[in-house]
T-cell receptor, first 113, second 113 residues
Framework: AQSVTQLGSHVSVSEGALVLLRCNYSSSVPPYLFWYVQYPNQGLQLLLK??????LVKGINGFEAEFKKSETSFHLTKPSAHMSDAAEYFC???????????FGQGTTLQVKP | DAGVIQSPRHEVTEMGQEVTLRCKPI?????LFWYRQTMMRGLELLIYFNNNVPIDDSGMPEDRFSAKMPNASFSTLKIQPSEPRDSAVYFCASSLKGREKLFFGSGTQLSVL
């Protein structure tokens, strides 16, 4: 079975500050890991994904995430938050080749001016 | 490409009525997923299809829910009879089989009164 846990349902940062959204996973097989972003009244969009290549993954809009097997973590970071980053962020896990994504509960990111 | 198209965007119905949600995946994609999003339970995978065949329907809540994919360009999710606890946003997503990047539609906001 696979699952992800996102620590913190709401995160608030100031514009220009570091963004850190936490995700821990559980998987009985080598996982594929993802971060998706959801803007209000829209579907989810892929930010980045880890599929067993480089452990540091760079995505769109300046986001990156690091796969740490020893910590079973896949935290999302961005050095400097922009107002446009305010959205809900979802971590997800799948087994290789299955295409079946299991999502975490989501973290709402608020960016204050 | 127009992306994944869902209809209707909003549906308001009364308890006991039949509800049909529709999805047109991206042309060429051969995997299709139905997700439900609620505040309490987050994003739940209901069912997914590969090459029009249902692969995993373990997330379908109960027999009142059914999903079909009669061809590669169309899928429906039906709820009969609907209940207030079915109120949620229902997302359809598609992908190329074996590729984990899902493309989401804009969702159907269902309200059952």
């Amino acid at each position: 079975a696979q699952s992800v846990t996102q620590l913190g349902s709401h995160v608030s940062v100031s514009e220009g500050a570091l963004v850190l959204l936490r995700c821990n996973y559980s998987s009985s097989v080598p996982p594929y890991l993802f971060w998706y972003v959801q803007y209000p009244n829209q579907g989810l969009q892929l930010l980045l994904k880890y599929t067993s290549a480089a452990t540091l993954v760079k995505g769109i809009n300046g986001f990156e995430a690091e796969f740490k097997k020893s910590e079973t973590s896949f935290h999302l970071t961005k050095p400097s938050a922009h107002m446009s980053d305010a959205a809900e962020y979802f971590c997800a896990v799948s087994g290789p080749g299955t295409g079946k994504l299991i999502f975490g509960q989501g973290t709402t990111l608020q960016v204050k001016p | 490409d127009a992306g994944v198209i869902q209809s209707p965007r909003h549906e308001v119905t009364e308890m006991g009525q039949e509800v049909t949600l529709r999805c047109k995946p991206i042309s060429g994609h051969n995997s299709l997923f139905w997700y439900r999003q609620t505040m309490m339970r987050g994003l739940e995978l209901l069912i997914y299809f590969n090459n029009n065949v249902p692969i995993d329907d373990s997330g379908m809540p109960e027999d009142r829910f059914s999903a079909k994919m009669p061809n590669a360009s169309f899928s429906t999710l039906k709820i009969q009879p609907s209940e207030p606890r079915d109120s949620a946003v229902y997302f359809c997503a598609s992908s190329l089989k074996g590729r984990e990047k899902l493309f989401f539609g804009s969702g159907t906001q269902l309200s059952v009164l």
